[in-house]
């Protein structure tokens, strides 16, 4: 293939990203995202000024398994996995809706270049709301304790290194729940269903036989965080979901990032097939 459609698929690709990003990050339908996104950091926020007003002391062990508790179990289960539903169900659903998605398709623009434009938007959209999230819970649950108790952590103590593999994670849910809900806003009218088939599925996972867990997202997710989750801990103050958490057999670094990567592939290969033969009735929605 010459040089040429190349240069030209990319200068596309990135025109649809630079629009659909704008779409995505200013949407005012999409402002329960942010406040879903951002409610660890505040929650945290509240917890640090707590004993910063009572001047007790904290425990760095202990607050490094609550953000791990959180971060497993709120932020990569609800946030991150609702935020995904909403951002990427609408790339293509919301333009149905909307009556918009003619445009693209009357323009000059393969249809498998409009998935992978919209899939980047999406995808760094995401990454972005949830990434900044992440950071801004990390500093603000540790927030409370001595500067120089933080700095020995931050630097000493693998802080800084569990909030950059907390990032990746971050990265891959929304790449891993973004290519299945890309795929799921193409194939189904109603999203309902396979937000609540994928919720289910993911919230089984752990105890379902360990051939059928590599067969979710949560699995690779979970084998790939830092700090593991002592149930026993969360148990005690009476949080049975806490054995959501539970991994007993992970999955390998490598085996994990390449699993996600290979099923994200497959499914925007799928999408992309599934939009070429899409044809347009406004009527029927």
């Given at each position: 293939m010459s040089a040429l459609p190349w240069s030209l698929w990319r200068s596309q690709v990135r025109a649809i990203l630079r629009l659909e990003l704008k779409k995505t990050l200013l949407a005012k339908r999409g402002l329960w995202i942010y406040l879903l996104a951002f409610a660890p950091?505040?929650?945290?926020?509240?917890?640090?000024?707590?004993?910063?007003?009572?001047?007790?002391?904290?425990?760095?062990?202990?607050?490094?398994?609550?953000?791990?508790?959180?971060?497993?179990?709120?932020?990569?289960?609800?946030?991150?996995?609702?935020?995904?539903?909403?951002?990427?169900?609408?790339?293509?659903?919301?333009?149905?809706?909307?009556?918009?998605?003619?445009?693209?398709?009357?323009?000059?623009?393969?249809?498998?270049?409009?998935?992978?434009?919209?899939?980047?938007?999406?995808?760094?959209?995401?990454?972005?709301?949830?990434?900044?999230?992440?950071?801004?819970?990390?500093?603000?649950?540790?927030?409370?304790?001595?500067s120089n108790v933080r700095q020995d952590y931050f630097y000493h103590g693998h802080g800084l290194e569990h909030l950059a593999i907390y990032l990746g994670v971050t990265f891959l849910a929304c790449l891993g729940y973004g290519g299945v809900f890309l795929t799921a806003g193409v194939l189904f009218r109603n999203p309902l269903y396979p937000t609540v088939i994928m919720l289910v599925w993911e919230g089984i996972n752990g105890f379902v036989p360990q051939t059928l867990q590599h067969f979710s997202v949560i699995f690779y997710l979970k084998s790939l965080c830092p700090v593991s989750v002592p149930a026993e801990i969360f148990m005690d103050r009476g949080n049975p979901l806490a054995l959501l958490s539970v991994n007993p057999?992970?999955?390998?670094?490598?085996?994990?990032?390449?699993?996600?990567?290979?099923?994200?592939?497959?499914?925007?290969?799928?999408?992309?097939?599934?939009?070429?033969?899409?044809?347009?009735?406004?009527?029927?929605?």
């Amino acid at each position: 293939m010459s040089a040429l459609p190349w240069s030209l698929w990319r200068s596309q690709v990135r025109a649809i990203l630079r629009l659909e990003l704008k779409k995505t990050l200013l949407a005012k339908r999409g402002l329960w995202i942010y406040l879903l996104a951002f409610a660890p950091a505040a929650i945290f926020t509240a917890y640090s000024i707590v004993p910063m007003k009572l001047g007790r002391a904290g425990d760095i062990g202990n607050d490094t398994h609550v953000f791990a508790g959180v971060f497993q179990l709120f932020f990569l289960r609800l946030a991150v996995f609702f935020g995904c539903v909403g951002i990427f169900m609408n790339l293509f659903r919301g333009e149905v809706l909307d009556k918009s998605l003619h445009y693209y398709f009357l323009a000059p623009v393969k249809r498998q270049v409009l998935v992978a434009g919209k899939f980047l938007s999406g995808l760094l959209a995401s990454s972005l709301i949830f990434g900044t999230s992440a950071i801004l819970a990390f500093f603000a649950l540790y927030w409370h304790f001595d500067s120089n108790v933080r700095q020995d952590y931050f630097y000493h103590g693998h802080g800084l290194e569990h909030l950059a593999i907390y990032l990746g994670v971050t990265f891959l849910a929304c790449l891993g729940y973004g290519g299945v809900f890309l795929t799921a806003g193409v194939l189904f009218r109603n999203p309902l269903y396979p937000t609540v088939i994928m919720l289910v599925w993911e919230g089984i996972n752990g105890f379902v036989p360990q051939t059928l867990q590599h067969f979710s997202v949560i699995f690779y997710l979970k084998s790939l965080c830092p700090v593991s989750v002592p149930a026993e801990i969360f148990m005690d103050r009476g949080n049975p979901l806490a054995l959501l958490s539970v991994n007993p057999t992970p999955a390998a670094t490598l085996t994990a990032i390449l699993g996600l990567l290979v099923v994200v592939l497959a499914l925007l290969a799928f999408t992309g097939r599934q939009v070429r033969r899409m044809e347009i009735d406004y009527g029927t929605e």
